[in-house]
Each structure stands twice: as structure tokens, then as C-alpha cells.
């Protein structure tokens, strides 16, 4: 018997107002890797965007709230940390999105005839499998290379 994988539950939850987004999964993913990395630069690569599209992000969201998420440490070449603010915002929808996805999968429990599991347990799940090695990327580029000179 084939053992089939268990479907996750995916939500896209965020708070907005007439002004613009508030808050969401996006943002509160940046500001714990600002807050992880020490940096917005970091933060913004490990997501793949760019720094300007992660200030923009953050800028926004300050825009509304009339108050800062991140602040510079001492000096700019130390980099950002979040603020008292930052840091409670991004804990508190956090725990509400845990919470909307376990109820969430307990209704589809509830309705559908297979298990699922939350994009916050799956996740979890993922984090404790070893992660094959990636393979030598100078090593991929001179296959690449002797391809090419044997196809001139």
C-alpha cells in the first residue's frame, strides 16, 4: 500500500487598514530574521528580496502605526535590532497564526476523511530531517564548462 502524505494546511492571515497593510506572515518573517541576522540586509537576502523591497515592507508598517519596528544598533555598522515594539508585534501574530492553524486543521480533521497537519507543524517536521549535503557548486560549474567545450 502506498502511504500517502499528509495535505498541509496553508493560511494567509494579515492585518490591514485604509492606510495599508499593518501586519503579516511576510513582515513578521522579516523582522525575526533582522532580529536573528542583526542585519536588514541579512534578513532581506535570506528571503530572497531585495533591501529596498524589505525597508519598504517595514516602512509601511511603521507608516500606520506611527511608531519604529526596527531601530540601528549604536552605530550603522552594527546594524538593526527591533524595537520593544517590533519584537511584541512579531511574537503576537505569531501566536495567533499558531492559533488559527491548529484550529484550522482541527476543522479539517473534522470535515475531510484524511489527517492534515499545519504549515507550523510540517515546518517543525522539516527542520529535525537531515538536510542533504548540497553539492560543490565549483565542481557543477566545470561539468558545465566541460559540456560546453565538447559541444564547440
Given at each position: 500500500m502506498i502511504e500517502t502524505e499528509k495535505p498541509v494546511i496553508r493560511l494567509?492571515?494579515?492585518l490591514e487598514t485604509s492606510n495599508g497593510i499593518l501586519f503579516g506572515s511576510g513582515r513578521a518573517e522579516l523582522l525575526e530574521r533582522v532580529q536573528e541576522l542583526g542585519s536588514l540586509k541579512k534578513a532581506a537576502e535570506s528571503l530572497g528580496m531585495s533591501y529596498r523591497a524589505a525597508w519598504g515592507k517595514i516602512k509601511q508598517t511603521e507608516d500606520v502605526l506611527g511608531k519604529k519596528l526596527i531601530e540601528k544598533k549604536h552605530s550603522n555598522r552594527e546594524g538593526y535590532e527591533l524595537t520593544p515594539l517590533?519584537?511584541?508585534?512579531?511574537?503576537l501574530f505569531?501566536?495567533?497564526i499558531r492559533d488559527v492553524e491548529e484550529e484550522a486543521a482541527q476543522k479539517a480533521h473534522e470535515l475531510f476523511s484524511f489527517d492534515s497537519v499545519s504549515y507550523t507543524e510540517r515546518a517543525a517536521e522539516l527542520a529535525t530531517e537531515p538536510v542533504p549535503p548540497s553539492p560543490d557548486p565549483r565542481k557543477t560549474r566545470r561539468k558545465r564548462a566541460g559540456r560546453a567545450r565538447a559541444s564547440m
Open positions: 494567509r492571515l494579515w517590533g519584537a511584541e508585534l512579531t511574537r505569531l501566536a495567533w
